[in-house]
């Protein structure tokens, strides 16, 4: 069974920086691309990074140049390090992970961007 576990959330002032973590358990990461989405209260669930099991990256547009997504397979570990925060990243982020036809996911971990 997949599990996926995400930590690093929390309150940060605008133009802050935080390191979300996902660790994945039940799967050998190194065969799999994994990604982050996020949901805002009342939002739907969205796509913000993403990673192939080659390492290549993709962003949404929102957030490109901002944050940086990577995958550490050593530790079957995956990370979202986010920088130059804007009240408008606040969100619940989930760590995502591709199998088959469908995807592993986390519980969430919150993201609060607010002075």
């Known amino acids: 069974q997949v599990q996926l576990v995400e930590s690093g959330g929390g309150l940060v002032q605008p133009g802050g920086s935080l390191r979300l973590s996902c660790v994945a358990s039940?799967?050998?990461?190194?065969?799999?691309?994994a990604a982050w989405y996020r949901q805002a209260p009342g939002k739907s669930r969205d796509l913000v990074a993403a990673?192939?099991?080659?390492?290549?990256?993709n962003y949404v547009d929102s957030v490109k140049g901002r944050f940086t997504i990577s995958k550490d397979n050593a530790l079957n570990m995956v990370y979202l390090r986010m920088n130059n925060l804007k009240p408008e990243d606040t969100a619940v982020y989930y760590c995502?992970?591709?199998?088959?036809?469908?995807?592993?996911w986390g519980q969430g971990t919150q993201v609060t961007v607010s002075s």
């Open positions: 990673v192939t099991s080659g390492g290549d990256t």
């Open positions: 039940g799967i050998i990461l190194t065969n799999y691309g």
């Open positions: 995502n992970i591709p199998i088959g036809g469908g995807a592993a």
